[in-house]
T-cell receptor, first 114, second 115 residues
Framework: DTGVSQDPRHKITKRGQNVTFRCDPI?????LYWYRQTLGQGPEFLTY????????KSRLLSDRFSAERPKGSFSTLEIQRTEQGDSAMYLC????????????FGPGTRLLVL | AQKVTQAQTEISVVEKEDVTLDCVYE???????LFWYKQPPSGELVFLIR??????QNEISGRYSWNFQKSTSSFNFTITASQVVDSAVYFC????????????FGKGTKLSVKP
C-alpha cells in the first residue's frame, strides 16, 4: 500500500474563491481525519469520519468548511469564500477504527489565500 | 482539558551529540495514548512511536529512545549520536481513550543538527 495521499499538494487562490482538497486514505483504514496546521504550530483537529459517517467536528470548522466521505473511501474538504486566515497546511490522516490507533498522515495540501 | 506542552521551540546541536526533546502533557483520563511524530522539511508527519498510559516501560529503537514518566506527566524523546538527517520538527501528541481518537499536538520542537 502506498500510504495516505492528498491532492493537490499546493493551492494558491484569491480571497473569496472556493477550493476543494482530496484525501485518499490507506485502503483498509476505516477512520479518516482532517487537521489544519498553521506556521509554527502543531496540527489542530478539524473533523473525522468513520467509514462514511462524519462523527465529530471541531469548533474550528466554520460554516464555510464542509467535508465529505461519500463511499467511505476518499474524502474531500471544501472551503467556500476563502479568507486569508484560511492559509495553512491541511493534513489528512487515516487509522483503523479502534480508538487511539496510530494515525498515518498524508503529505498535506498547502493553501495560500491571496 | 487535554494539553501538550513542548517548551523547547528550537534546539541546535552538532552532529554526534545526544539531544533530548521534552514533552509534558495534561489529561484527566486514566487511559490515554502518547505519540511522537517527525515532520521533515517536506511536510509529511512521520509516525515514530505510540505508548499507552499503562505501559511505563522505556523504549529504545536504534538511536531513538523514549522515557515515559506518569509521575511527572512527561514523555521525553532522546536521539543518541544525532545525524544531519534528524533535522526536523518533532511533535508530541496525546489522545484520550474514548471513541473519538483525535490527536492533541504540542507546538513542536525544531531540531537542527549541524555537520
Amino acid at each position: 500500500d502506498t500510504g495516505v495521499s492528498q491532492d493537490p499538494r499546493h493551492k494558491i487562490t484569491k480571497r473569496g474563491q472556493n477550493v476543494t482538497f482530496r484525501c485518499d486514505p490507506i485502503s483498509e483504514h476505516n477512520r479518516l481525519y482532517w487537521y489544519r496546521q498553521t506556521l509554527g504550530q502543531g496540527p489542530e483537529f478539524l473533523t473525522y469520519f468513520q467509514n462514511e459517517a462524519q462523527l465529530e467536528k471541531s469548533r474550528l470548522l466554520s460554516d464555510r468548511f464542509s467535508a465529505e466521505r461519500p463511499k467511505g473511501s476518499f474524502s474531500t474538504l471544501e472551503i467556500q469564500r476563502t479568507e486569508q486566515g484560511d492559509s495553512a497546511m491541511y493534513l489528512c490522516a487515516s487509522s483503523f477504527v479502534t480508538s487511539a490507533e496510530t494515525q498515518y498522515f498524508g503529505p498535506g495540501t498547502r493553501l495560500l489565500v491571496l | 482539558a487535554q494539553k501538550v506542552t513542548q517548551a523547547q521551540t528550537e534546539i541546535s546541536v552538532v552532529e554526534k551529540e545526544d539531544v533530548t526533546l521534552d514533552c509534558v502533557y495534561e489529561t484527566r483520563d486514566t487511559t490515554y495514548y502518547l505519540f511522537w511524530y517527525k515532520q521533515p522539511p517536506s511536510g509529511e508527519l512521520v509516525f515514530l512511536i505510540r505508548r499507552n498510559s499503562f505501559d511505563e516501560q522505556n523504549e529504545i529503537s536504534g538511536r531513538y529512545s523514549w522515557n515515559f514518566q506518569k509521575s511527572t506527566s512527561s514523555f521525553n524523546f532522546t536521539i543518541t549520536a544525532s545525524q544531519v538527517v534528524d533535522s526536523a520538527v518533532y511533535f508530541c501528541a496525546l489522545s484520550d481513550g474514548g471513541s473519538q481518537g483525535n490527536l492533541i499536538f504540542g507546538k513542536g520542537t525544531k531540531l537542527s543538527v549541524k555537520p
